[in-house]
Nanobody
Framework: QVKLVESGGGSVQAGGSLRLSCTAS????????MGWSRQAPGKEREGVSCISRYGFASPADSVKGRFTASRDNAKSTLSLQMNSLKPEDTATYYCATVSSCSSFWSTNPVPAWGQGTLVTVSS
């Protein structure tokens, strides 16, 4: 049974940083690309970043230069380092396994698994 658990969310002031984690179990983690998506209240879910099996990350334009996705295949863990946070980054963040980052970005809505973790950025 595949399970993804997101953690690390919280409340932070604009300009601050948070690091999200996604721990996977029940799958061969390094066989999959991994994606981060988010959904703000009243808005559609959007892709944030995707990282390939080999560690190549492709962030959305809205977070480029501020958010960095990484993965530790030995620990089956995906991370998202979020710096220079803005109020518009407020959302519930989700991770997902995908066959490829091309698939992640071309799927509508972008994939999301688990309960998510809430990030709130105040101005």
């Amino acid at each position: 049974q595949v399970k993804l658990v997101e953690s690390g969310g919280g409340s932070v002031q604009a300009g601050g940083s948070l690091r999200l984690s996604c721990t996977a179990s029940g799958l061969s983690f390094d066989d999959y690309a991994m994606g981060w998506s988010r959904q703000a209240p009243g808005k559609e879910r959007e892709g944030v970043s995707c990282i390939s099996r080999y560690g190549f990350a492709s962030p959305a334009d809205s977070v480029k230069g501020r958010f960095t996705a990484s993965r530790d295949n030995a620990k089956s863990t995906l991370s998202l380092q979020m710096n220079s946070l803005k109020p518009e980054d407020t959302a519930t963040y989700y991770c997902a396994t995908v066959s490829s980052c091309s698939s992640f970005w071309s799927t509508n809505p972008v994939p999301a698994w688990g309960q998510g973790t809430l990030v709130t950025v105040s101005s």
